[in-house]
């Protein structure tokens, strides 16, 4: 059977780079939406925020880029997809979410020759526009075809590429791509110290133990269990961390509340500065909470 991975994540977390290194390293044959959509908005005169906005009542846009993802699925060669619904369209494939912190991603962006379709006066106007993007298409996918990219129970493997660089994604995705081929068991989730966030007070209790348990909440992650083991990796020099995702926004956690109920009430500012500090880094940016 071919090798299929699709890479979809959120904006600036380096899917198309990770995509080419899959492409250069590893012999995966590349296909790209993300050209297509910037060279459609090129055609009309727009940014892409602007097209993706257009796109929400012109369905033509979707139908264009669909019927090619759909395609995909009956050709019989190696391949590395950088789509957003890449993983919805192409049967088979090992499903990858890229994350980054959204500083991090704005710079890289930003930073990003990516044409006049693409183009900002500072990182707070990218962080802006991206957020601004980010809701508009979530909001087109679940209207068109009912799902939720951003939920992380579509996907075989999230990778947070803040801390590494694409050579190492692409690695760190391939080997996860081996595991989940040869059916071994291997965590889903795998996080930089710069997108974990602690809390004031642990929620888990003694079946914790030997895990990193996270929650995510608003697009961001907080520990629900595991701060000392996640400590003790950080302080190992470790650039990803292996997690439990045990629930999502409204989702339930084991002692019964929410994922947005326990973070609202756990998470501290002050208490979350000075983890960082004992474990030698500062965040990037943080949640507002």
């Not at 994540?9 to 492409?23: I, N, R």
């Not at 060279?39 to 019927?67: Q, S, W």
């Not at 493997?157 to 660089?165: E, L, N, Q, R, Y």
């Not at 966030?197 to 003694?206: F, H, I, L, R, T």
Request: glycine share 12%; proline share 3%.
């Amino acid at each position: 059977m071919p090798i299929r991975i699709t890479l979809t994540g959120d904006l600036g977390s380096g899917k198309s780079t990770v995509a080419k290194e899959l492409h250069s390293a590893y012999g995966l044959s590349l296909f790209s939406t993300g050209a297509i959509q910037r060279g459609i908005a090129v055609e009309k005169g727009m940014t892409t925020f602007e097209l993706n906005k257009y796109a929400e009542t012109h369905p033509e846009i979707d139908a264009r880029i669909d019927g090619e993802l759909a395609a995909l699925s009956d050709r019989d060669e190696d391949m590395a997809i950088d789509s957003r619904m890449g993983w919805h369209f192409v049967r088979g494939t090992f499903r990858v979410f890229l994350t980054a912190d959204e500083t991090v991603a704005a710079g890289r962006v930003a930073g990003d020759a990516r044409g006049p379709a693409e183009t900002y006066e500072s990182i707070e106007d990218t962080i802006l526009s991206l957020r601004g993007r980010k809701a508009s298409e979530n909001f087109r996918y679940a209207e068109k075809y009912g799902v939720d990219c951003f939920d992380m129970n579509n996907y075989d493997c999230v990778v947070d590429t803040t801390a590494i660089t694409p050579e190492q994604a692409a690695a760190h995705i391939m080997a996860q791509y081996e595991a989940w081929q040869g059916g071994k068991e291997s965590p889903r989730l795998w996080l930089s110290r710069y997108c974990l966030y602690p809390v004031a007070s642990e929620g888990g209790g003694a079946a914790s133990a030997g895990r990193i348990g996270a929650v995510l909440v608003g697009g961001r992650y907080f520990l629900y269990e595991g701060h000392d083991l996640a400590a003790a990796r950080i302080l190992g020099g470790e650039d990803l961390l292996p997690c439990a995702l045990l629930a999502q926004d409204a989702g339930a956690l084991p002692d019964g509340r929410s994922a947005r109920d326990f973070v609202r009430g756990a998470f501290d500012l002050g208490a979350a500065r000075a983890w960082a500090a004992r474990c030698g880094f500062e965040f990037f940016s943080f949640p507002d909470v």
